[in-house]
């Protein structure tokens, strides 16, 4: 079990989500499963969206967390530490795959013109 502080946050994370989140994180996952811990979105620039999510995966030996269908899932770490991104179909159907070109991340691209760009960050 993770302790428990009682001291107050810095305006961070309120005490009841900090509870709320210990409780989450002393869940056992099902192995091979994943789930979204954090969710933030930014809507404030007109036409787009910045969303930052967290998940925590419980992957099987030789994979790693990554995106498949854009939910969170375990991958092969080889797609990973290669950063072929789009073999792990991070994509949703019928949207199309595309590495950016520095390798940091994709996009998804539909028929009518919408464009998701997704960058990691470790």
Known sequence: ?????????????????????????????????????MLNRDSSVPRRTIARQTARCACRRGQIAGTTRARPACVDARIVRSRQWCEMAPCMEGEVCSLLFNRSGWTCTRGSGRIKTVTVIY
Not at 14 to 30: E, F, G, W
């Open 1 to 37: 079990m993770f302790p428990v502080s009682h001291r107050r946050s810095a305006g961070f994370i309120s005490d009841s989500i900090h509870a709320n989140m210990i409780v989450m994180l002393s869940k056992r996952l099902a192995v091979g499963t994943c789930e979204i811990v």
